[in-house]
């Protein structure tokens, strides 16, 4: 593979008819966020993005993001993750994300079964896990990542929604999908009853990538077009995390908007 540092943008707003913001995000790259070409043993981690989007109102919504936000970061950074099972595994980064997402779900049930006035509450997450040229992702919710190489721009999560189903079975057109008004109805969460299941996908990465991770009201405002419109005005991770959260606050602001931008830059490129 092709060295490449990883450099990372976020942005967030409560948008313009939220009273307080129930998103979360975190973001871990080891010291110089370079991955290492042969040896991983120092730090197996070339770099965690995450975005979680919380439900249960105003006492609830936003703990219940931190929690699924702080403690997948936390897992990671501890190095928590290298005395379970899991990482002893040939594909250790889906394993091991799963069982933390898992882990932190059964945390926020917990909490809401323990206090009757935030009962309920919960929490979309997606997030990217880098090791090496490999990157793992894991979603529950209707958070996104979004993949733009080249000329492309590829969603790489499907949404756990109502609509997103009636798509998948023909009863719905994608644009109907889009103004639907249950579009924001999730058929999985973290704090469900039932241990949510993760979709994991596992992508070679390729110096030049960018990765766009958001909740909802990113991109229940902003269309793809849009989306690599900025992606090509703002060569910077920071620039364009701010210019998405900026631009989708502008076309909507009905719910909080949260941006991560993971950019792959090409060290071996001629400068």
Known sequence: MSPFRLLVG????????????????????????????????ANPIAGL????????????????????????HQVFVSGLFKTWDEYRQRLWAPAVLYRAIREISQAILDLGDADP????????????LMSGDQMTIAHVGDSRCYRARGRDLEQ????????????????????????HPHRNVLTRSL???????SDLRTETIQPGDTFILCS?????????????????????????????????NVKDGSDNITVVVGRCEDLSAPS
Do not use: C
């Open 10 to 41: 976020y942005a967030t707003d409560v948008g313009q008819m939220r009273k307080r913001n129930e998103d979360s995000f975190a973001v871990f790259t080891p010291p110089d966020g370079v991955p290492q070409t042969a040896d991983l043993s």
């Open 49 to 72: 993005l995450l975005v979680a989007d919380g439900m249960g109102g105003e006492r609830a919504g936003d703990r219940a993001s931190q929690m699924a936000a702080e403690g997948l």
């Open 117 to 128: 006035a935030i009962r309920g509450l919960g929490s979309t997450v997606v997030a990217t």
């Open 156 to 179: 790489l999560t499907v949404d756990h929604t109502w609509v997103e189903r009636q798509v998948e079975v023909g009863l719905l057109s994608r644009e109907q999908a889009r103004h």
């Open 191 to 197: 704090g469900d009853t039932t241990p949510p299941i």
């Open 216 to 248: 909802d009201g990113m991109s229940g405002a902003l269309t793809e077009g849009e989306i690599l419109g900025l992606i090509r005005q703002h060569q910077g991770a920071q620039q364009l995390a701010e210019a998405l959260v900026r631009l989708a």
